[in-house]
């Protein structure tokens, strides 16, 4: 059923009839990105639905989303004009940002700082490296010590702490206990923001929710609250950094973004003084949530299929030995890690959607019109999971990115879709990956996994902008007590 306007008209995407005042919204339940594939079935890859007032076009599938977002990367690149993105990063947002010169100045300073203190050579990533090994060393004591009594206990809190204080370290070069309460209230509020900002954001497109009391509206006031602190938290911090700010020394990711805006060539010109504190908010914001998810996903995966944790700690051992803890350098030794890894992300798919985007003109996709300013979901969610692309797509086989020689097949990871691709992709991919490599292969080198017998481990997850597992129980041993005892 295509909505045809009439001979010579533009064609626009089919899609399933919306509801007067909420439009799809009802249809969408608590998994949109499965309910969009089972959508993607019945209309094809590209499909229209209606979100209170608001057209939306939603794509799937890789060879629709690639058309998109790499062919028409310009005409894909724009952010709905959302109440809610306003409110991020004090309102001088790059992540939610439109798509404009200021968002692409913003953009390329982000970026280029980012891999300067990650992955831009090897003395820079031996300097990031050092950070997530400390880290990964302190996560295994408080496993351990969480473990001790025979205690099982659910390790994505402790995994949060661990990955933000990485990104706290190079933002602001400090980091905090995994008992810090004021940390512990920073870090508890992902689960809030991922809820308003995942692409069923039902304040942004249905506003008459806020008019009267709903849990919708509350989750949205708290929303904004936790944006307010959160930024004044990062100003409080860039403050301190600007009055002992001295140009000759960089001590940190903050330092680089003040010399860059503050005293940098064409200062002030493009980007105000408060896109430092808005451009580390984001920074800080989008580095936490996305890699301690992943991070939990990896755990769960090591405990529900222990036949793959034996295997990779036997490649781990055998690759890195007892001597010395697994480095960087080690990553290509390592193809099985990286394989799981990459298998990891695909199975879960934890970011199912892109941040939504919107159209900067009109553009004509697989011979549908859509016209400047709609609003656009990418399923990314369609492509990890697709029966024509992979087999099996739901079954969990790190083995699949592994060709004859056991070494990683790189056409298959590049399939894998989680970073998004064209102008709005991640600029964090490079330091997520290793940091994830890093993490995986240390925990494994140091300590096995194991689930509490008495619980039934379920794939289950909770929804918002990433799907984190639900609380599960795993009790922690340390391998390096257990070589000695067999010695
Ligand atoms: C955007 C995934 C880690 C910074 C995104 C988007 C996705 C994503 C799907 C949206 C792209 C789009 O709208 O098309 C991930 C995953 C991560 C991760 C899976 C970890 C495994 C990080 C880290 C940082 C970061 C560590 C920085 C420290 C950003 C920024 C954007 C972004 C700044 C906005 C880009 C833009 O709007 O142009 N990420 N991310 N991400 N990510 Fe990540």
């Not at 394989?339 to 941040?355: L, N």
């Not at 481990?457 to 070589?483: A, C, K, N, W």
Request: contains cysteine; charged residues 20%.
């Amino acid at each position: 059923c295509l909505w045809v306007r009439g001979r010579g008209q533009k064609k626009s995407p089919p899609g399933p009839i919306p509801w007067p005042l909420v439009g799809n919204a009802m249809q969408l339940g608590q998994m949109p990105h499965l309910t969009f594939c089972k959508m993607a079935h019945i209309y094809g890859n590209v499909f229209k639905i209606k979100l209170g007032a608001h057209n939306i076009v939603v794509l799937n599938g890789e060879s629709t989303i690639r058309q998109a977002l790499v062919k028409h990367s310009t005409e894909f690149a724009g952010r709905p004009n959302f109440p809610s993105f306003k409110v991020i990063s004090g309102g001088k947002t790059m992540a939610f940002g439109a798509y404009s010169d200021l968002w692409k100045a913003q953009k390329k300073i982000a970026h280029s700082t980012l891999r300067a203190f990650s992955t831009v050579n090897t003395e820079t990533t031996r300097l990031f490296e050092q950070h997530v090994a400390a880290e990964a060393e302190d996560l295994i004591q408080v496993f351990l010590r969480l473990s001790s009594g025979g205690e099982y206990f659910d390790p994505y809190h402790e995994c949060t702490v661990a990955i933000a204080n990485v990104i706290f370290a190079l933002c602001f070069g400090k980091r905090y206990s995994h008992d810090d309460l004021e940390f512990k209230a920073l870090v508890g509020r992902n689960d809030k923001f991922g809820k308003t900002v995942g692409s069923g954001s039902l304040v942004d497109l249905l506003p008459w929710l806020q008019c009267f009391p709903n849990p919708v509206r509350s989750l949205y006031q708290s929303f904004k609250d936790l944006n307010i602190e959160f930024f004044y938290f990062v100003k409080d911090k860039i403050n301190q950094h600007r009055e002992t700010y001295n140009p000759k020394v960089t001590r940190d990711m903050s330092d680089a973004f003040i010399g860059l805006i503050d005293h940098g060539e064409g200062a002030g010109e493009v980007l105000d003084k408060e896109y430092v504190e808005g451009t580390v908010t984001d920074l800080v914001g989008a580095g936490q949530d996305t890699n301690s998810v992943a991070l939990t996903w990896i755990i769960l995966l090591l405990i529900k299929y222990p036949h793959i944790q034996k295997k990779l700690q036997e490649e781990i051992d055998n690759v890195v030995g007892q001597d010395r803890m697994p480095t960087a350098e080690d990553r290509a030794q390592l193809p099985y890690v990286q394989a799981f890894i990459y298998e990891a992300m695909r199975f879960s798919s934890f970011v199912p959607m892109t941040i939504p985007h919107s159209t900067t003109r009109d553009v004509i996709i697989e011979g549908f019109h859509i016209p400047r300013n709609t609003i656009i979901f990418v399923n990314q969610w369609s492509v990890n999971h697709d029966v024509d692309k992979w087999r099996n797509p739901s079954q969990f086989q790190p083995e699949r990115f592994l060709d004859e020689n056991n070494q990683l097949n790189k056409d298959l990871i590049y399939g894998v879709l989680i970073f998004s691709v064209g102008k709005r992709r991640c600029i964090g991919d490079q330091l997520s990956m290793l940091q994830l490599f890093l993490f995986t292969s240390i925990l494994l080198h140091q300590c096995s996994f194991h689930s509490n017998p008495e619980e039934q481990l379920t794939m289950e997850y909770i929804t918002g902008l990433t799907l984190r597992p639900l609380p599960f129980g795993i009790s922690v041993r340390s391998r390096r007590l257990h070589r000695k005892q067999e010695t």
